[in-house]
């Protein structure tokens, strides 16, 4: 027996959550059975557990796009009995049993050796957030933004994302512009390695088409008029990565600052990213991440419901880490 949280929906549609006793052959397919050890909560998932946003595809559903543990069984040739694994994303906790339980079953080609000098409760601190933030601070690097192309602003910084962007981007050599609607976590952030902070208001009303040039390189995980309004401030041949919709789907801009100033801008999917570049980005982040300095909140899996309510009101600052084993 292990608990799991499992999302189900109800004959009138609205959907219920409950942490339940689960058995093994209750489990998925998969070649590949862990013992969690470690899990998060992230944007994602909070949502799929308020049902503020439509994450589930099929119910019941174990949430949860993020864990690590030990492999229990294995019937496939890259994984042992004893191994320490993580995985991220592929469709896990909305398509396919997650991460909040004891016990996960999944393919094997969606898990990711834990990096040599990290446990599995450190690559959960970071989770989705800590490898999408090293995806979008390669991806400026990649396309040539270094630290004498000039300043990189990244929003939501008091965020999983946000916070652990700042912190490596500011390790790299960048002056960092944090935005936040925190002013209360300014110090917090100025420890990250943030030069400015920027208050989230003044990114939040329309614009204009094209601003005064200020950010060679952005991070973003708001979306909507942020987003925009960051457009419209980069220097000409600036690069935008945008990895989030915290704010909102919709992208109210003109075409101005890609024709006019050749900026471009970035998508940045964690999901479906192929393997090989997972890999490498938890290497990097292995040798680039402090982690004293990351502010992790911990939690059981009973708390996780509240919890999501929570981070979705802007209550939770830095990492939420899920603990599974007792």
Same mark, same amino acid.
């Given at each position: 027996? *292990?608990?799991? @949280? &499992?999302i189900e929906k109800e004959g009138s549609g609205q959907q219920s959550v409950a942490v339940r006793a689960m058995t093994d052959d209750m489990l998925p397919e998969g070649d590949v059975t862990v013992r969690v050890?470690? $899990? !998060?909560?992230n944007y994602k998932d909070a949502l799929a557990l308020t049902g503020r946003g439509a994450i589930v595809r099929q119910f019941p559903m174990v949430p949860g796009v993020d864990f690590a543990g030990c492999v229990e069984q294995s019937s496939c040739a890259s994984f042992a009995v004893g191994d320490r694994v993580l995985l991220n994303g592929w469709g896990v906790g909305e398509r396919h049993w997650g991460g909040l339980a004891e016990k996960a079953r999944v393919k094997s080609e969606w898990l990711t050796p834990v990096p040599a000098g990290m446990t599995t409760r450190q690559t959960m601190e970071l989770g989705t957030a800590g490898y999408t933030a090293m995806l979008c601070v390669e991806a400026l690097r990649e396309r040539g @933004? !270094?630290?004498e192309s000039g300043p990189v602003v990244v929003t939501g910084a008091t965020g999983g994302v946000g916070s652990l962007a700042v912190m490596l981007l500011a390790g790299r050599g960048y002056h960092v512009v944090a935005v936040t609607g925190r002013a209360e976590e300014s110090d917090w952030l100025k420890t990250l390695g943030a030069a400015e902070i920027l208050p989230r208001a003044s990114l939040s009303q329309p614009g204009r088409p094209l601003e005064k040039a200020r950010w060679a390189g952005a991070v973003d995980v708001a979306g909507g008029q942020v987003l925009a309004n960051i457009c419209a401030?980069?220097?000409? #041949?600036g690069v935008v990565t945008a990895c989030g919709l915290a704010s909102s789907m919709e992208f109210p801009a003109t075409v101005?600052? *890609?024709i006019l100033r050749g900026v471009s801008l970035i998508g940045i999917d964690s &999901?479906?990213?192929p393997q090989e570049r997972r890999e490498?980005?938890? !290497?990097?982040l292995a040798q680039e991440i402090s982690f004293e300095k990351i502010m992790v909140t911990e939690i059981s899996l009973d708390e996780a419901v509240s919890a999501a309510a929570d981070l979705l009101d802007g209550k939770? $600052? #830095?990492?939420?880490?899920?603990?599974?084993?007792?």
């Open positions: 027996m *292990f608990d799991a @949280v &499992v050890e470690w $899990s !998060t909560l @933004v !270094t630290p401030s980069m220097v000409y #041949g101005a600052p *890609f &999901v479906m990213c490498k980005m938890w !290497t990097l939770i $600052s #830095g990492r939420v880490l899920v603990r599974l084993q007792r």
